[in-house]
């Protein structure tokens, strides 16, 4: 990342908040962990588990919380939230190249666009007829921003997203290369034995703060939107149907999957390659597992999971077999309980006739 | 979607067939759902389980099935297959929007390329040497076609579509952003401990009518052709290998994944995330569910499965840990019907003996 | 692929090794399945199991194992491995088409960047400022090479492949259409109630042999680097999330996901949707089925599996219901074998004492 500038800890404490320890004039250039660090790093330690790893560290510096504050004579920060702090020294020390602002002479805008004086339109990027770039918005080599699309300001788009038509995108987007913001959602109906499409009308609608993995897709609605609130993080790969609607402050893996007109709640975890079936309902705070099939709505919060567990081949060969019969198993055992049932009844009356006849 | 042309509902009847009961005289300009529809929309009801969500819509006109032609007074069209109807009339009341012909002068046209007139090449397009466009395709920005490729007439490729160099396309193709036709599959052999690449020499040939969603991949064969059939529909992040077919209006839902060399009927739907193991074949109109794992042929039409039920993550794990068990249990249970059997043979015969002795 | 040179038999086992066997003058100039050949193909068989299929075949020549060496007098070279042989015959057939030297006019390259005059930088691709781009390496349509990138000899960028800034490739890499190596890793961090970025300050390091699939993605690391190896291969559609480590000769099949700080041995083999998840690792030489979790690290060699039997979907439905009373079901078992136990000796003591009275 070439070189940092360096920072005193006291100036990242008057910027970032917490308490230093130590000397704070100490001076930090990067980030690093630490086993890795340098004296010029600052390192950090987010769960006291680890504490034992302080003492070999090399690192100039060190953020901690408030329960491992005297677990190291290292000049050091202590936060209430040491991971939190960690992500905003990282920011603080690594700030985001600045893009030129401008049009770059390779890019393409299409008539009646709004471009922000401050916004950047990379080479070989093409602006649609009457779309809105926000202020300081970073529109990333070979992007296409459909006609009438509505970017807000601070969007960071890397190469190669691809924004259909119309969508409406809030503030401080980012979304890396390869996303597709609003292509047709998969709707078809059947005539006479063959598939005819379904226009897909509505838009994808997306809030502020929202972060859009590589080659992540989100279809636009049929007659609606597809909704995307504040705050939602998805990772790369993720494809999100038509109608969904995902709540604030969601996370989401690579490679999940959410079907169509499936509503999520806020602050819920979906795993990586979790499928969520079309027209369930999750409540907030709900975490599903990876590779966990959703099959029906969800009402209350918790995690959930629904996973085979793994085995050597010839194990899982064995086990998985049986799964076929699980029924007839089932139905086996309740034979054998009333069997014993009725073997015990009998001896019970055999018992007492015996009583009786002696 | 910007403002449509209004049509009396006899016009719509005399265009795509049904039966038109109430005032015909009135006039729709877009389509809704019952709920959100407006006295200018027309709306539909595909099932006449949601019967009782007419009372409350305040659309101007519905789309009815027969079962359902009584079941309000609004003015209204009778179809025998109502989905089919509402698809075709949304298709009529809005209309693609019309891409100009002609080739932008900020597309690349490679030597010997026959592009029709009528055709439509937008900005950063590359069109490779001798590759052929029909009539009225419009190929969207960025797009990247390969030499010798043939695109039939109708096309519509969105932004980034990239075609490998010979692959052969019919008429009406409809291609989402980011999608993938004709890169190599996946071949490769070890020789003397490292893999070396299997030239994949076959093409990727593409019926008619057939539409391919965002960022949805479809590898060319290795030595015959990977083939899809006339109508097919593929949704998001599908991944089609090498030398696969794909039998005429099978349609295959989002993140669904289908290794080399199978074959797949006509009229199969295959579910969301399903993956299809290698040199498979599944017989026409064989469903599968999402997240499905096809590990043998299917010779049989019907629906099919295996997905693991989803639980909360305490009751997951306590359950799940007997599938690594299942075998030791089965037989567990075998040998208790065995001692079972035993122990009534012994009653039988202590009691025949006790009837003998008495 | 158009017209192929023909070669004698005699030269291209002077090339490419094995004895040949039969009259050495034939001229072959295509390869083709033994069941598609005519006389100007060479064929092959590599499993002595389809040792039939030789006698009806059309081939002018046959690529054949020390084993199958007399089972046809057609013209045959016989090796050790017949399957590489195949796989290196097809690339002498079949040799890449040269890609022109040079830099396209409508390519876009930053300042101090790094071009070798025999590499092909093709129209539309942008290089970053001071990229390195390597002898004979050619740069396809739409490709975006950030800033810094180092790019060895020999590369073969598919159109609009995706390099973030500052990653470092070796030799040979071949990377398919839409691919993005170097996007940020998904690492968020929870602050009173809303996500923050941690910044991704590592690269993507890949090795020499590489091959990536078309829309596959390989996120950069968080602080240190994310690492592919020599010689891994992976297909279409794979998700490799930050500070990933793949080991030499690894194999990767479409739609796998690795997550965050897993560690791949070398020679893995990983089936087409398999999900390892973060933080495991895998020893060397291990196997993964296809859709198969891998929910914890893998220690010794061997083939591992974990995937729900397919089943009709109403026979599903009846045995799947018991997976979330498994435990149950056990505890059943249990309950029942305690009581047989307590019947059997009971018996015992009854007969005993039948014994004594007698």
Known sequence: MGMSVSHRLTDIAAQLGGRVLGDGEVRVAQIATLENAQPHHISFLTNSKYRAQLAGTRAGAVILGEADAEATGLPRIISDNPYAYFAKVSALLNPLPEARPGIHPAAIVGAGAKIDATASIAATAVIGENATIGAHSVIGEGCCIGANVVIGSHARLYPHVVIYHGCVIGDNLIAHAGSVIGSDGFGIAMDEGRWINIPQIGRVVIGNDVEIGANTTIDRGALNDTVI????????????????????????????????????????????????????QLADHVEIAA????????????????????????????????????????????????????????????????????
Chains 1, 2, 3 share one sequence.
Not at 235 to 257: E, F, K, L
């Open 229 to 280: 609130e504040d705050g939602v993080k998805m990772d790369n790969q993720i494809q999100v149907a038509h109608n969904v609607r995902i709540g604030a402050h969601t996370a989401i893996a690579g490679c999940a999957g959410i079907a169509g007109s499936a509503v999520i709640g806020r602050y819920c975890l979906i795993g990586g390659g979790a499928r969520i079936l079309g027209h369930l």
């Open 291 to 358: 590779h966990t099939l959703v099959g029906k709505s969800i009402r209350e919060a918790g995690a959930y999971a629904a996973i085979f567990p793994l085995a050597k081949q010839e194990d899982w060969r064995k086990n998985a077999v049986h799964l076929r019969h699980l029924d007839e198993l089932s139905k086996r055992v309740k034979a054998l309980e009333r069997e014993l049932e009725t073997i015990k009844l009998e001896t019970v009356e055999r018992e007492t006739l015996k009583g009786r006849e002696s």
